[in-house]
């Protein structure tokens, strides 16, 4: 279920819309009522998305929606607004919401839709962050793989160059991905030899003189290379393959390219070996018995090697390897169960928390010389060294540890990948205690010491090479290409996937759904059987390694890692097995195939590589077709509308102008876009143009300017418009956005308005001059009749007309301050200056104002004083001559608190509310009503949050944008 916030200041809209909306199940919505309240609880709380009304106080949708794009840029957003969408379209998307709705219409109808949209946009954001983080996987497991590995699309266009291409050929992948020298690169060790990945794409070139092995749809070469390393020659495997798309059509190839020099050379010492060896025992026949029994136990300590390399080999779902991610100062943020179970870890409790480790006094320094040798240039390395377990054990470790750096080269964070490696290192003991017995061996046959030795340093080599194989085998995540089933309990498939289909030689499309009965020879069926039957929900997987008899009569070992997968109530519903034919490993010694074998692994290896960039493109295809029908939206929304959009360079080349900007100034599209067109501006407002576009920056990329502009017919116009810049990478301003309109008609109403307002001023003021006079006269005659009226009801009703009269005088005087309210623009005004200026003129010497607001300056009316003014006079007469007021404000994320407090008896809970209502109080009621209007003609809110006994205290609260900071 979804979370959503739902903020308006209409209960009655809340309360509906929740109802309307939480009827299908899918979502839970959470309502406010102000965007002060939904500012606080986003922070508070996660959320799945944001309902938002345009038009509320103090802060409105518009202003709210730019919030949440620069602090939660990727939590879905939806403006549900009274107002037309041409009168806010263009606003809503240019801050980034992700649909708009207007109010009205069928509440089923309007809020079926509004739910929709929500989800789509939740859907679509999961999407897009799950595409993100599919290609940074798809990026860093071509980055590690231990094979120089690139890929091109069908224009041959190099798409993907891993750190081994950047090793081998000394070009990075920012200067060859998106370009076609792959060939030029290629040639430093290929010579005149056609790309292996270019016959995979054509076929038909010549291929004249190269030795070519086709597996499938794969090519394999492999060839002596004189030129590599600068003339220093090496031995190189290719491998290449085609890349489909979802439909099965070629979009591009992808080739690895190996040094196998080692592994020639390993191949022919070892045979030299073997024969010095047989020659060697044909002489010393009285040592051969003893001789093969050492020889026994190296090869069985390489199976149980070999055995380990298998299992790390073909790790997919249950890792055993330990993953961790933690920071520079040691707390993990990522750990994997393999590592949770190793070390004793809860993985809910220990997510940001440091885990420290034991290690002996010797490692340690290792320890941290390796990880201070980390850099951009080189964030990979491996490691091994012991580590103390809690029960005081002593065991070996190795870890392949990524420092992960920022775009300012600032180290973030580190992952690590390890394994325990005291068994090895047991085999390497043993190893080395076979050798003393060997050693002690050839002491006795002295004249074959050499020989034997040499021998001997041949399979310490081979040792180590199978180490080194493990180490890569080991990194590989995603394993694909292996034997790969899922079948019922009575043995019918529910699927294979191609390699299995081949192995066997099945028909993909007609073997799902049948029985799959292969033969195993009668000793291992038995282990087969007890390996099913021990599955259990507790203990769901398990290994096993047995022989074949293929319909050809030959016998073939296979490894399989088997998954029982049961119901909710315990019932075994599948079985689901990864597998892979290991009959050339059981022969490696006698037959000498570890080359077949390294072959076949990188092959498989590539074909993991092939599935997951294929996986990339159809998620790249289905995002290119999402954006194409968001693009077509978008376009008919631009298209439609009154104001003038248009996009151009700095140099005013118009790259996009829609109707209403080609209507406006009687110019077609074709006349406007791909030209230079500049309207004619008036003298005076181009340099306000000038200064208007030098503001924008990267940090402000949009700003909004008012200027005037001359018709061809020689009007002059008044035109609004706001502007985005969009730079480049370098900074620099690569084109503007600008959507405009015609105020003309805004402009002369406001002189209109103004005029009036001057009129209405100068005629209030003779009125209540004249008003003024009469009431003086008016209450001259009531004084007389109180003194002469002999009856006592006459001089009460007169004394009675008395005060009524001077109520009326106060709210006469009254109308004086409040016509000036709002006449004049509002302005920049220090709170130190003017509240110090109101405490000394107005004879407040009870006031203090902190000095810190010498660097804070407000945009408020001119009447800023006059806010002071009341505020002191308010807290005197109801506090009393001995009063103390304080003037204190801080400033926070842009906006600021100003607080008027006094010592004073404080304000009721039951009249906070009603203080700034108008003729609410024990004088004209007007003073703090005329406060709070004042301040609201530039959205300044004010509140009274004193605690009443201990003292009033009035917060002003100023929005953003309406404070700023100036140095003293």
């Keep these: 279920m979804f979370s959503v916030l739902y903020v308006d200041d209409d209960p009655a809209l809340l309360d509906i819309g929740k109802t309307f909306l939480e009827l299908s199940g899918r979502i839970r919505i959470y309502t406010v009522g102000s965007v002060s309240e939904a500012l606080q609880e986003i922070q508070r709380q996660d959320y799945d998305g944001v309902i938002t009304d345009y038009e509320m106080p103090h802060i409105n949708g518009i202003a709210f929606l730019r919030y949440i794009r620069e602090h939660y840029r990727d939590l879905p957003v939806i403006l549900f607004t009274g107002r037309s969408r041409e009168e806010i379209a263009i606003e809503a998307l240019n801050s980034g919401a992700d649909f708009y709705l207007q109010k009205g219409g069928d509440p089923k109808s309007q809020f079926a839709e509004l739910e929709y949209n929500l989800l789509h946009a939740i859907d679509r954001r999961k999407a897009q962050e799950e595409l993100k983080e599919s290609r940074q996987l798809m990026a860093n497991i071509i980055d590690f793989l231990p094979d120089a590995t690139f890929a091109i699309n069908r224009n041959n266009v190099v798409i993907s160059w891993n750190r081994m291409m950047e090793k081998i050929t000394g070009i990075t992948a920012g200067e060859i991905i998106g370009r076609e020298t792959y060939r030029e690169a290629l040639a430093r060790f290929n010579e005149q030899r056609v790309p292996l990945i270019d016959i995979v794409l054509k076929p038909d070139l010549d291929v004249s003189g190269m030795q070519l092995v086709q597996d499938g749809k794969a090519l394999i070469s492999e060839f002596y290379s004189p030129t590599a390393y600068i003339g220093k020659g090496a031995f190189l495997w290719l491998i290449a393959s085609p890349l489909y798309d979802a439909a099965g059509n070629t979009i591009g190839a992808i080739e690895s390219i190996r040094d196998v020099s080692q592994r020639m050379v390993a191949e022919k010492n070892l ?101 201070a040798e980390f850099s951009p240039d080189h964030p990979v ?86 180490h080194a194989s493990e180490e890569r085998y080991r990194n590989i995540v995603e394993d694909q290409t292996e034997f790969i089933c899922r079948f019922t309990p009575d043995g019918r498939l529910t699927f294979a996937n191609g390699a299995y289909c081949r192995y066997f030689g099945l028909d993909p499309r007609n073997c799902i759904g049948k029985p799959h009965t292969v033969t195993i020879p009668e000793e291992d069926r038995g282990n087969m059987k007890r390996h099913l039957t021990e ?165 402000n990329p949009v700003h909004t300017v008012e200027h005037r502009i001359l018709m061809p017919n020689g009007e002059v116009r008044w035109q609004q418009w706001s502007d985005r810049a969009v730079f480049g990478r370098d900074g620099k301003v690569t084109e503007y956005q600008s959507v405009g309109r015609d105020i003309t008609d805004r402009k002369f109403t406001e002189q209109a308005l103004s005029e009036a307002n001057r009129k209405l001023t100068l005629l209030s003021g003779i009125t209540r001059h ?175 949050n004193g605690e009443p006994g201990k003292g009033a205290r009035f917060t002003i609260q100023v929005p953003v944008g309406m404070v700023r900071k100036v140095s003293g």
């Design 271 to 371: 045979k030299q070996a073997h024969g010095e060896l047989n020659a060697a025992y044909e002489q010393l026949a009285a040592t051969e018995e003893e001789l093969r029994q050492n020889y026994e136990e190296l090869s069985k300590s390489q199976t149980e090697i070999h055995k380990s390399e298998e299992r790390y080999r073909n790790i997919v779902e249950d890792q055993t390897e330990f993953i961790c991610r933690f920071s520079p100062v040691g707390h993990l943020t990522f750990v994997n169960g393999a590592y949770c179970r190793y070390f004793g870890l809860d993985p809910r409790d220990c997510i940001g928390k440091p885990h420290t480790v034991r290690i002996p006094d010797e490692d340690r320094r290792n320890m941290k010389r390796h990880l």
């Design 381 to 466: 390395a491996s490691i091994e060294h012991r580590i103390v377990m809690p029960d005081g054990k002593v065991r070996w470790q190795r870890w392949s540890d990524r420092a992960v750096f920022d775009e300012k080269g600032k180290l973030v964070e580190y992952q690590s990948v390890g394994r325990d490696t005291t068994d090895q290192h047991g085999m390497i003991d043993q190893l080395k205690k076979t050798n003393t017995e060997l050693s002690a061996a050839y002491e006795q046959l002295t004249a074959t010491e050499e020989e034997l030795r040499q021998n001997y340093d041949e399979l310490s080599k081979s040792q180590h090479d199978l």
């Design 770 to 944: 004249d008003i003024l006079n009469q009431l003086t006269a008016l209450q001259g005659y009531l004084g007389l009749i109180q003194t002469k009226a002999a009856e006592a009801s006459i001089k009460g009703l007169a004394e009675q007309a008395l005060r009524t009269g001077a109520v009326i005088h106060d709210q006469i005087s009254f109308t004086r301050q409040y016509e000036s309210i709002g006449t004049q623009k509002p302005l920049w005004q220090n709170v130190y200056a003017t509240a110090a200026g109101v405490s000394r003129d107005g004879g407040f010497r009870m006031v203090t104002v902190d000095p810190a607001l010498r660097e804070v300056e407000i945009y408020a009316d001119p009447l800023l004083k006059l806010i002071f003014y009341n505020l002191f006079e308010n807290s005197w007469m109801h506090g009393g001559r001995e009063v103390k007021i304080r003037v204190d404000a801080t400033v926070t994320n842009g906006g600021a608190e100003i607080v008027v407090s006094d010592d004073g008896k404080g304000i009721s809970a039951v009249e906070k509310e009603k203080i700034f209502k108008k003729g609410y109080g024990k004088h004209t009621g007007l003073g703090l009503y005329l406060v709070k209007e004042i301040l609201s003609i530039t959205n300044i809110a004010i509140l009274e």
């Design 535 to 699: 599955l259990s929900p507790d203990r769901p997987v398990a290994v096993i390694e047995h022989r074949i008899v293929m319909p050809d009569g030959k016998v073939r070992w296979q490894w399989w890692s088997d998954r029982a997968v049961f119901d909710e109530k315990g019932k075994l519903v599948e079985y689901q097995s990864v597998g892979r034919d290991t009959t050339d490993q059981h022969g490696m010694i006698d037959q000498l195939r570890r080359t077949n074998t390294e072959l076949s692994a990188a092959y498989e290896q590539l074909a993991a590589t092939e599935e997951e960039l294929r996986q990339n493109y159809e998620e790249l295809a289905k995002s290119q077709r999402d954006l194409v029908e968001s693009e077509e939206r978008y376009r008919n929304i631009v298209e439609d509308q009154t104001e003038f959009i248009c996009r151009f360079r700095p140099d005013r080349t118009h790259i996009f102008v829609n109707d209403a900007y080609c209507r406006y100034f009687g110019k077609s599209r074709e006349e406007i876009a791909g030209h230079r067109f500049v309207p004619a501006i008036p003298k005076d407002d181009q340099v306000l143009l000038s200064a208007h576009f030098a503001a924008i920056t990267p940090d």
